[in-house]
């Protein structure tokens, strides 16, 4: 069922629906003329983008930004929030490893 190229944000809410519904990806896809695949990246790209939303990761913009952009000082704020909220998972996946090489070393009966 090929189509003419239009973006595939244009049909979100219409996928989103669908979803809800209960329709699988592949129904979706055959119901819209769209592809699996596509319909597969939509809604992964689409719960990444929520999943930073609700933890207040700040939304950059792809590309290179216009002559006239100025950096605002909420723009600083939610790239020092991403900054620190990056550090923050670093150290609790350290603490992590660093916790398990202790259990693994107690197990084996090391020091």
């Known amino acids: ?7 595939i944000s244009k049909y979100e809410r219409e996928i989103l629906e669908l979803k809800a519904q209960g329709l699988t990806k592949r129904e979706i896809g055959e119901q819209l003329g769209i592809s699996y695949k ?6 992964t790209r689409y719960n990444a983008k929520q999943r930073k ?7 950059k913009a792809k590309g290179r930004p216009p002559k006239d ?8 704020i939610n790239e020092l929030k991403y900054i620190i909220a990056r550090k923050d998972s ?8 660093n916790e ?5 070393l107690s197990l084996t009966e090391r020091k």
Do not use: C, P, V
């Open 38 to 43: 596509q319909i597969h990246n939509f809604i």
């Open 1 to 7: 069922m090929a189509r003419k190229y239009e973006h």
């Open 90 to 97: 670093k150290i609790k996946r350290l603490e992590m490893e």
């Open 100 to 104: 398990l090489m202790r259990d693994f």
């Open 53 to 59: 939303i609700e933890t207040g990761i700040a939304l």
């Open 69 to 76: 952009y100025e950096i605002t000082e909420d723009m600083k």
